[in-house]
């Protein structure tokens, strides 16, 4: 079987070499934190899915509100109908959601929350009759997706190639990751400077073009980049002075990864005007994407009496399972308290990692927030033009697998954000694999 798969499947984000060539090891099952391959070998899920299962594995809930929506309704056209499941959790979501982020429209996944967000955005200022108002600030290192407008606004060096993207509506703001200061800088200046760099774009592009400024409460795929403190909060009074609207894209650090439903408010916060979100919000179960509108940016997108209509959606939106899925998934959440028990058990995770800096010299850097983690090669050891075998997260998350454990490689980085449901017993599993790599990695390099 995995030959067939190696022979005609064509994995995203996979080189096309290959096709033909490459197999993916087969996951069998799941139960709580844990896959098993179709060897029968155990691992702990690092990475979660991909930075999805919140609730973990293997939950029988879950399979049952899946198979009762799918026998009650199993799809109802959202251009003529609505559905039980998705009236309640729009509802359940604008409750939730930040603010006067009230109003949800729902997508197949985190691509098409953000091309929604950007479409509503344009929507609304062709609408207010400023189409020259179109330009979005995006970060380098930002990922927002695979659909053409979601992958422009990706900042990421190796998405921004081989594909036309539509540059026109895109302006990158630099790095932000405070681990490339300068040596002598306080995280306070580093702010500054990022603040600085942004009222340079806004300057030099003109507030006028610009319509809005897309950014993810943590960098994630691009290594997880925890900003300055303050951060959030200066560029979205900075966007608003300018009337520029403020994007989350919490497709990963909402549901519970930070802690809390959505890391804008509490954990940074800021009322975003728009927030968009997938992944976490049916833990993967099944796909499931929504952008939510603050009725601020509503009221603007209301008035066109001639054409008021928004031609955007999907085949799938407001699927009746997903949404089914996503209640079961919040209702377990809430049950559990899952955000409690991530509240409680993030110093513990945050402190094994950052102990894990301070141990192991060939580690750059050891950052995190949440139940989010990343670790960094010295930039002495590590050489991007190497193959991506030969690269620290590649060679650690093959050192790790061989003892369990799965991690997510970034070239010279490894990141994981493990289900929410993690014990501490389980924190100290995987992190004591990761330090048995590091030490293994450490002899190898002669660190
Ligand atoms: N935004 C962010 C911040 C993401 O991390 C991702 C996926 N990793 C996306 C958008 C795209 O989501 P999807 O893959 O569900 O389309």
């Known amino acids: 079987m995995t030959r067939w798969d190696r022979d005609h499947h064509l994995h995203p984000w996979a080189g096309v070499e290959g096709v033909g060539k490459d197999e993916y090891m087969r996951v069998n099952t799941g139960e709580g934190i844990y896959l098993w391959d179709s060897a029968g070998k155990r691992y702990i899920d690092g990475p979660g899915g991909m930075w999805c299962v919140q609730i973990g594995y293997g939950r029988e809930e879950m399979a049952k509100a899946i198979a009762e929506q799918t026998m009650q309704m199993p799809y109802a056209s959202p251009w003529s109908f609505t559905s039980e499941p998705a009236a309640v959790l ?12 009230n109003t949800v429209h729902f997508t197949t996944g985190g691509s098409t929350a953000v091309d929604t967000a950007l479409r509503a955005v344009q929507f609304m200022n062709n609408r207010l009759g400023r189409p020259e108002k179109k330009i979005i600030l995006s970060r380098e290192k930002a990922y927002h997706g695979s659909t053409y407008l979601a992958s422009t606004m990706t900042g990421k060096e190796r998405f921004k190639t081989q594909f036309d993207k539509a540059d026109d509506l895109v302006h ?19 702010c500054d400077a990022k603040l600085a760099d942004m009222e340079a774009a806004i300057a030099e592009v003109g507030a006028d073009k610009i319509a809005a400024f897309i950014a993810e409460p943590i960098l994630c795929s691009g290594g997880i980049i925890v ?3 303050g951060y959030h909060k200066r560029t979205l009074d900075l966007c608003h002075k300018h009337d520029i609207l403020y994007i989350s894209d919490e497709v990963v650090t909402g549901f519970g990864r930070m802690g809390h439903w959505f890391a804008s408010e509490p954990v940074f916060d800021i009322v975003p005007d728009i927030i968009t979100c997938a992944k976490g919000l049916t ?13 601020r940016v509503v009221d603007q997108m209301r008035g066109n009496a001639e054409n008021d209509t928004f031609y955007n959606g999907y085949t799938y939106s407001g699927h009746p399972v997903g949404c089914a899925a996503a209640l079961k998934n919040i209702e377990i959440m809430e ?16 402190g094994r990692l950052r102990a894990i800096g301070e141990k192991f010299d060939i580690v750059g850097d050891a950052r995190g927030m949440g139940l989010l983690g990343c670790l960094e090669c010295r930039p002495e050891l590590s050489d991007e033009t190497y193959a991506a075998h030969l690269q620290f997260g590649n060679k650690l998350d093959a050192v790790c697998e061989e003892m369990g454990l799965l991690l997510r490689p970034f070239g010279n980085m490894a990141v994981f954000s493990p289900p929410l449901i993690m ?20 002899a190898e390099y002669g660190a």
């Open 227 to 229: 900003p300055p403190p």
């Open 423 to 442: 014990t501490e017993a389980q924190i100290d599993e995987m992190f004591d694999i990761m330090e048995a790599g590091l030490t293994r990695l450490s």
């Open 283 to 295: 833990s993967g179960y099944i796909p499931l994407g929504a952008c939510i509108l603050s009725d």
């Open 335 to 350: 049950r559990e308290d899952i955000l409690g028990h991530v509240q409680r058990i993030t110093p513990y995770f945050q």
């Open 90 to 101: 729009a509802r359940k979501l604008a409750e939730m959601a930040p603010g006067d982020l």
């Open 172 to 190: 990158f703001l630099p790095d932000i990751n405070p681990y490339g200061r300068p040596e002598d800088m306080s995280l306070e200046d580093w």
